[in-house]
């Protein structure tokens, strides 16, 4: 596939210039290819001034610390796990929609991941098995949303809440212990280390390349962000609105079903609450992301950037050489600022 | 004479026992702009969706290039080249303009990723085609960015993309200034040099007057009267004779033309 989509990567700022300079019809107020790079990603940089900004005040208050490669490599351990599902949710919140059955469906698939692992299959059946899981579960909550013509945020609240206290009855608070996993081939090639750096980040960045991709160049975003952005229209112009707000969820499903098998290759262990921890700093880094809440529009980049910045903010806080009591703190200062950054950063139109 | 692309027979409509159209005739030319007038209620609407297919007529026939069609429906309307433009609602205003030329429509290569350089050139040719140019947007600029006319522009570029032979332009001026308006009747001329059809519907007796080739006047369900450009020597004129339509007995008489004018606008 990579071969038919490399020219099409570097085309809008290009393809804009020439289009203009050639004809002298269409000439683009920003018709300097970095203006238009940064007008066009004006949210992901936005974000990303946010990140270097609190890492700068976080190195500065201890410098010594963010020197030592551990505190970078606990990050990179666990940020891939957020990262499988930040990506999605930016997908469903451009759609104008909100999925917090996320937690759940990480833990149900990881469920299904380890019982298949613990019955003694190839752990790679226990992958596909999740994320078939994902996929069902994602689609039950669309359903459930589009078709029940639900609330996002209510219905998936309950199926959040449903689902896991399914678990929890079944399993009866126990958790499941994978042995054998690290001796897999599944294991050294999601969850091992390379030259030190936890492979996981590397699945995780190309997750977000293929997704970014999806949302920027391929008709599925496309689709997503004029639902988004205004359904009565997309549905005249013969686009299947339902279809494409239940694809999203069902996106989010196999998001959530690599992030709940990932976090449980990490630990070798599955636990009932797997994935619960999830909720809260996933959502705040879509938003942190600079994806607004009213749909249309959104970036996947900055989500990514979004997810870094959320899971520095704990690290970071400790290791500057405050105590534990501050991170919350920092975590709603954080989102604050972002808010009113992009506030003022975003044109909005409607 | 010019080909007749569409052709309404004596269309009548009825919710109930209430008449919303009784025994309509209209047709439209190839190359041709009509302009439909009429006042609240007086039937347009109606009209529209039965152009559409979205609404079935009661009674009456529908002839495409002269041949009756049955099973009158919104694929059959399509297929027909019928593309309704709606005043609002119909633009995605955070998206490019290209993005939504191609709503629904996106020009997809290998598993449906997008042909990004074929979409803009593809959009810059229609933008081209209607003479819409600018020198401060592109086909990359955010549709909330433009004008409400240029809006309707990017509306109308998309039906031209959608194939259509008739587009059907619902009361396109109505919230727009005088240079938006002049924007709006630039493309409607350059979509009719092209060969495409217009019906523009409106009750700004002045606007439609100065754009269409043949004028009909609906009221109350009927037709009250067609007229071709050369019969009809003024927009008074036809506000007159729509005065005199709806307030039979001469009360037009009563009143100067200014204030008649005024309740026309």
Redesign the interface.
């Given at each position: 596939?990579s071969k038919?989509?490399e020219?099409?990567l570097h085309?809008?700022a290009a393809?804009?210039s020439r289009?203009?300079g050639s004809?002298n019809?269409?000439?683009?107020?920003s018709d300097h290819w970095m203006r238009g790079f940064i007008l066009?990603n004006r949210a992901s940089l936005g974000t990303l001034g946010v990140f270097i900004v609190m890492m700068a005040v976080f190195m500065i208050a201890n410098p010594t610390v963010f020197t030592t490669w551990y505190l970078y490599s606990s990050v990179l351990t666990t940020l891939p796990v957020a990262l499988f599902v930040v990506v999605p949710l930016v997908f469903v919140v451009t759609c104008g929609e909100i999925d917090l059955s996320f937690p759940a469906t990480m833990g149900f698939a990881a469920w299904i991941f380890a019982l298949v692992v613990q019955a003694g299959y190839d752990p790679f059946l226990g992958i596909i098995a999740a994320i078939v899981t994902g996929m069902l579960l994602g689609f039950l909550v669309g359903s459930l949303v589009v078709y029940g013509g639900l609330s996002s945020l209510i219905a998936t609240l309950g199926m959040n809440f449903l689902l896991r206290g399914l678990i929890q009855i079944i399993n009866e608070g126990k958790s499941l212990a994978l042995t054998g996993l690290a001796d897999s081939w599944a294991y050294r090639i999601f969850s091992s280390q390379v030259l030190g750096i936890p492979v996981q980040i590397f699945w995780a960045v190309a997750f977000v390349v293929l997704s970014a991709?999806l949302y920027n160049?391929?008709?599925?975003g496309?689709?997503v962000?004029?639902v988004g952005?205004?359904p009565?229209?997309?549905q005249?112009?013969?686009?299947d609105v339902k279809r494409v707000r239940v694809k999203v969820f069902v996106f989010v499903g196999i998001g959530a079903a690599i992030a709940g098998t990932f976090s449980v290759m990490i630990n070798f262990t599955w636990w009932p609450t797997a994935g619960d921890g999830y909720l809260l700093p996933v959502l705040a880094s879509v938003f942190v992301g600079g994806t607004p809440t009213w749909g249309?529009?959104g970036t996947v980049a900055g989500g990514a950037i979004g997810a870094v910045t959320v899971s520095f903010i704990q690290t970071g806080v400790v290791a500057a050489g405050l105590s534990g009591f501050y991170v919350q703190f920092f975590n709603g200062l954080i989102i604050i600022l972002s808010l009113l950054g992009h506030k003022w950063n975003q044109?909005r139109?409607? | 004479m010019a080909e007749r692309l569409i052709e309404l027979r004596d269309i009548a409509k009825s919710y109930g026992h209430v008449y919303a159209l009784g025994g309509v005739n209209l047709s439209v030319d190839r190359g041709e702009v009509v302009g439909l007038i009429g006042d609240n209620g007086a039937g347009k609407s109606t009209l529209i969706k039965i152009l559409s297919g979205v609404v079935k007529p009661t009674s009456g026939d529908i002839l495409i290039r002269g041949k009756p069609v049955t099973g009158w429906n919104a694929a059959r309307s399509r297929e027909a080249g019928i593309e309704t433009v709606f005043q609002d609602r119909a633009l995605a205003v955070q998206q490019t303009i290209v993005r939504n030329i191609f709503m629904g429509r996106e020009l997809t290569g290998f598993l449906g990723w997008l042909k990004v350089s074929k979409e803009i050139e593809e959009a810059s040719r229609l933008m081209r085609e209607i003479g819409f140019t600018s020198k401060v947007f592109t086909p990359h600029s955010i549709v909330g960015q433009l004008s409400g006319g240029e809006r309707q522009g990017v509306a109308i570029a998309r039906a031209i993309y959608k194939q259509a032979e008739l587009i059907v332009l619902d009361e396109p001026t109505t919230a727009l200034s005088l240079t938006e308006t002049a924007k709006v009747f630039h493309f409607v001329r350059q979509v009719r040099a092209s060969g495409r059809s217009i019906l523009f519907i409106g009750h700004n007796i002045h606007h439609v007057f100065d754009i269409a080739d043949r004028f009909v006047v609906l009221d109350r369900g009927k037709v009250a009267l067609t007229a071709d450009r050369s019969e009809v020597k003024s927009a008074e004129d036809l506000i007159n004779f729509m005065e005199d339509v709806a307030h039979p007995g001469g009360l037009a008489g009563l009143h100067d033309t200014g204030a008649a004018e005024q309740r026309a606008r």
């Open positions: 596939m038919t989509m020219p099409d085309e809008p393809g804009i289009q203009g004809q019809e269409w000439k683009h107020p066009d991709m160049r391929h008709r599925f496309a689709q962000k004029v952005d205004n009565d229209s997309a005249q112009m013969g686009i249309g529009i044109a139109y409607r | -």
